[in-house]
């Protein structure tokens, strides 16, 4: 497979990968992947499954180390980066499991919490928990905070996980307008978008569904997808 | 040959897996919090189990060994025979087996779980080291608690012993006590209570060696909870071969 990104933008990037290649014994996943992500731009990268949108996104957030090429988020290599500072890039980042990947020996309380765990981050027990509701209503899903996610619906499972996911990224949200419509029930597609108002972040989703990749505004297609 | 080879890559991946528990072991800003609960899980999981066979094994074991005890003329030295099998021998190595099966099939399973629903990488994209919260935490559980757990099932052991001997004759409790404690020494409680460390550590890295590495999907969580119990088992056996050669040589036995 190999695709090149052609709308380049002046914008300072956010994600940018060049020439990146990876194989599972010799099946080649990517094979000269390149891609550049801008300030404040949605991206959605398109394939089959099995062609290796997962494994891609595995290595932007270092859980998988590429065989070679670069890949620079927030202007890090992540690649060939210390371990605190790859933390540190990882805690700016919002990664969003597959299987959601929620603790089950936890209860919802705790699977929010896990990621405030960093030694950096230092809060009371009193900011955690606000933090820890705030995540929660912004999916509207306060009323589970003790509950086990095994007690849950695969679609608030799903919202669980998109909150633990952007809980970390605490810094200063100048979008935010404390008496703004929160996001509250409704599909899990939609929840992003609403999101999108609160939290400024730049969204990169692997998906292999046509219908939600149109919701964001620039589209990577991997091969299959070409043309 | 593929069999060899493969068991001999899996030997050395094990030996890798434990150096790295020691190598993590030590570093700053151990968890605490999550080995103690580890450790309540642990004792508490495996305690009944432990506990009634230990009572049963020895039962059973004072019952048959009067009569040929008797046939000597020795039955006096019963409670001190009984008490030597068990705690040099029988109540380790039941109750690691018993370990292995209860709470290093329950790790594999977890772990196994864990692995496969991305739960590991989630918590290594979340900041905290999963070998260190989950790994390092369960072997020390293990290593901990094992030995804890030895000890109670002896004195489980040893109580129904007493009983066992009272269905058909009559000791008081201050004489039976006496009985084995006059000719029990250092070399008969130390050198086991020093293997059982080892059999902790061996379920606890086995169990997490195999849920550690569980591949996708989820027959592969029973895989590992099998395959943790059967390596864990076999290698307590083996352990306890080493044991006895050691404090053989050593003078100990
Ligand atoms: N850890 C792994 N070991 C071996 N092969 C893998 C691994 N992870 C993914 N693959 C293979 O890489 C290919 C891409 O997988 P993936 O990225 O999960 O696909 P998708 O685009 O559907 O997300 C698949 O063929 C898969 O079998
Ligand atoms: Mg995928």
């Known amino acids: 497979m190999k695709v090149r990104d052609k709308t380049y933008d002046l914008n300072e990037p956010v994600i940018r990968i060049r020439d990146l290649h990876l194989a599972f014994g010799t099946h080649k996943v990517l094979d000269g992947f390149d891609l550049t992500l801008h300030k404040r731009e949605d991206l959605a990268v398109l394939g089959k499954s099995g062609s290796g949108k997962s494994v891609l996104i595995k290595c932007i957030i270092g859980l998988l180390q590429p065989d070679s090429g670069s890949i620079e988020v927030l202007g890090n290599d992540v690649s060939d980066i210390e371990h605190h500072a790859l933390d540190q890039v990882r805690a700016r980042v919002g990664f969003l499991f597959q299987s959601n990947a929620l603790y089950d020996s936890m209860t919802v309380r705790e699977n929010l919490e896990f990621p405030l765990r960093r030694h950096w981050i230092q809060l009371t027990p009193e900011e955690s928990e606000a933090m820890v509701m705030e995540a929660l209503g912004n999916v509207g899903l306060a009323e589970t905070v003790d509950l086990m996610p095994s007690e849950l619906s695969g679609g608030m499972r799903k919202r669980i996980a998109l909150a633990r996911t952007l809980i970390p990224d605490h810094g200063p949200r100048p979008h935010h307008e404390p008496g703004d419509q929160r996001p509250h029930g409704g599909d899990i597609r939609e929840v992003p978008h609403q999101l999108h108002h609160h939290i400024p972040r730049h969204e990169m989703r692997g998906t292999n569904l046509r219908k939600r990749g149109r919701a964001a505004q620039r589209q990577v297609p991997r091969h299959g997808d070409r043309g | ?253």
């Open chain 2, 1 to 253: 040959m593929s069999n060899i080879r493969s068991f001999a890559t899996e030997t050395g991946e094990l030996s890798r897996f434990a150096a790295r528990v020691f190598a993590e072991t030590p570093k700053p800003g151990f968890e605490w919090r999550e080995l103690l609960r580890q450790c309540y899980l642990v004792g508490n999981r495996s305690l009944p189990l432990v506990g009634s066979t230990a009572f049963i094994m020895g039962m059973v074991l004072t019952i048959q060994l009067r009569p040929a005890l008797l046939s000597y003329g020795v039955e006096s030295e019963l409670p001190y025979i009984v008490a030597d099998a068990i705690i040099r021998e029988i109540g380790p190595v039941i109750t690691g087996l018993i370990f292995a099966g209860k709470v290093g099939s329950g790790i594999g399973a977890e772990l196994g779980s864990m692995q496969v629903t991305e739960q590991i990488d989630a918590m290594e994209v979340s900041g905290t080291n999963p070998f260190r919260y989950l790994v390092v935490t369960r072997v020390m559980a293990t290593t901990l608690m094992l030995p804890l757990l030895v000890v109670v099932a002896d004195a489980i052991s040893l109580t129904g012993c007493f009983i066992g001997l009272n269905i058909r004759s009559v000791t008081s409790l201050p004489l039976f006590i006496d009985d084995i404690f006059r000719y029990l020494e250092f070399r008969d409680v130390f050198p086991p209570l020093v293997k059982t460390f080892f059999f902790g550590f061996c379920v606890g890295t086995v169990g997490c060696y195999k849920g550690y590495n569980a591949t996708k999907g989820t027959e592969s969580v029973g895989k590992s909870a099998n395959e943790a119990v059967v390596v864990a088992s076999m290698l307590i056996f083996l352990l306890d071969l080493v044991a006895v050669q050691v404090t053989d040589l050593l003078g100990l036995n």
